[in-house]
């Protein structure tokens, strides 16, 4: 197949087949060396045709861009709530958690019934006020400047109060997964956050629907050696959860 038009529409078929091309598979299926692969991946992404990947392209934009909380509300909301459900089996006898920001770890907070005293550790002012009148839940809602698109605080006087705490369960919410480079959100200053949270936590948990796979935030939170639990939807492929499980986490489908 030598051909560049012959390799271009190979290359397209395959990617509306899978969603994605591997430059392995490719050099295998197509007889022809990387560079000429490596090549027609840029031939076809300057075309808009394709997003190059590491070591291949995808169909879709593999960094994750960052939208308003109010934005990303309703965004596979069915998914988000059974995700939630399934999180508070995971809660167990512990008498404190930390809850994140973000969609997905806000629908936890809605569902959070305690039978007893629970102590909620949170830097978004949504899960506060969701939790703070709510019968058996004390909130220490962690402070300094509020970010408008998450409604949730950063630097370092959230960072101070996390030093002198600790908790049982950490329930994140993330904007990327991706098998190489880990767990990532889109902000900076909320990525160094969260990573101060999980220096805080027994158990961490991610909460992420299957739009979240195959993607990366500008800002890695931790990789698959910190996570104990990741919660996601039956819309994420088998062998992706194989690979992931591989690593050491539990995966759980809601």
């Known amino acids: 197949m030598k051909n560049i038009t012959e390799r271009h529409e190979f290359i397209i078929q395959q990617l509306k087949k899978n969603g994605k091309v591997n430059i392995i598979e490719l050099i295998a299926l197509m007889k022809v060396s990387g560079v000429t692969i490596r090549k027609d991946l840029k031939l076809l992404e300057d075309k808009n045709l394709l997003f190059r990947t590491r070591g291949g392209g995808s169909l879709h934009n593999p960094y994750a861009t960052e939208r308003t909380i109010n934005e990303k509300e309703f965004i596979n909301s069915d998914e988000k709530q059974k ?14 958690i930390s809850i994140g920001s973000g969609t997905t770890v806000f629908e936890l907070a809605r569902c959070l019934y305690p039978n007893k005293n629970l102590t909620v550790i949170t830097p978004a002012l949504k899960v506060a006020l969701e939790l703070s009148n709510r019968p058996n839940v004390e909130v220490l809602q962690l402070g300094g400047l509020i970010r408008p698109n998450s409604s949730s605080v950063a630097g370092s006087y959230a960072e101070k109060i996390l030093s002198e705490i600790s908790c049982g369960v950490l329930f994140l919410g993330v904007d990327g997964i991706d098998l190489d480079f880990g767990f990532s959100i889109t902000n900076i200053a909320e990525a160094t956050l969260n990573q101060k949270m999980i220096d805080t936590a027994q158990t961490l948990v991610i909460m992420a629907d299957s739009t979240k796979f195959d993607r990366r935030g500008l800002g890695k939170i931790c990789g698959f050696d910190q996570v104990q639990y990741l919660i996601t939807d039956n819309k994420v492929s088998a062998q992706t959860l194989k690979m992931i499980e591989d690593k050491g986490v539990k995966v759980i489908i809601a």
């Open 83 to 96: 995700i939630a459900q399934a999180a508070l089996t995971l809660i167990g006898q512990n008498d404190s």
